[in-house]
């Protein structure tokens, strides 16, 4: 069975063997994935409703797989237990969310080695929750299906400097690594810049406000990074 570009990209940065969580596992697809293409040793699924919780088990069941993952309704980290995995996934949900899921399940992330993140939204604001609680980015990847460009950020625990607000945005790694979509991820992060200063334009108030400000400035160095060299981002 297989589910898609994004789901077996967010796999990918699962370290072969690992213990999984798969938190807001929905239809448990990532779960299955993990299972048959990266030999996953556990993999347990939650959801925060019933109804998802329910359609994983069908999912799973009709994959011969769901006496090997459990399926448990709970909100966020509540149903995994510490210590019983060392990868925790989280995909599919905005970034802000993520970030909250995370906070609020601290003591789990004591024994975890591996964050794996693909955040729909907000994924700056993401990557620097990541740097400012005691993880660093590792790995990251570009991945697009039906036409949507996806971005999932995989984390380690140890702290190091928290990267600029313009790089945060584009991803550390994804600067340095400048994988094939990197070109098309940083002209979607400038105009979506673009289109907010825009938005924000038809207001004299937040024209002259410190927001607009700084995102004006956030705007001028990717454009300074990315444009003044395009074999850069090629």
Wanted: aromatic share 4%; proline share 4%; with cysteine.
């Amino acid at each position: 069975m297989r589910f898609g570009n994004r789901i077996a990209a967010v796999a990918a940065l699962v370290p072969r063997g690992a213990k999984v969580a798969d938190i807001g596992t929905d239809h448990a697809y990532l779960a299955i994935e993990l299972i048959e293409v990266r030999g996953a040793e556990k993999v347990v699924a939650t959801d925060k409703n019933e109804g998802p919780c329910a359609a994983a088990r069908r999912t799973l069941s009709a994959a011969g797989l769901l006496d090997r993952v459990p399926v448990r309704c709970g909100d966020g980290l509540v149903p995994i237990s510490l210590g019983e995995v060392d990868t925790i996934c989280i995909a599919g949900m905005g970034g802000g969310l993520i970030a909250s899921i995370l906070t609020a399940g601290a003591s789990v992330l004591a024994d975890v080695s591996r964050l794996v993140l693909q955040p729909m939204n907000d994924a700056s604001a993401l990557r620097r929750w990541i740097y400012e609680n005691g993880w660093h980015i590792a790995e990251e990847s570009l991945v697009t299906e039906d036409g949507r460009l996806y971005e999932i950020i995989a984390a380690e625990p140890g702290v190091e400097k928290t990267p600029e607000t313009w790089l945060l945005t584009l991803g550390p790694m994804l600067w340095k690594e400048r994988p094939l979509l990197f070109a098309r991820h940083a002209e979607a992060q400038m105009e979506r810049l673009r289109r907010i200063l825009r938005g924000m334009e038809k207001s004299e108030t937040a024209r002259e406000s410190e927001a607009y400000r700084n995102i004006e400035a956030e705007l001028r160095e990717i454009e300074r990074h990315c444009e003044g060299g395009k074999e850069n981002v090629s």
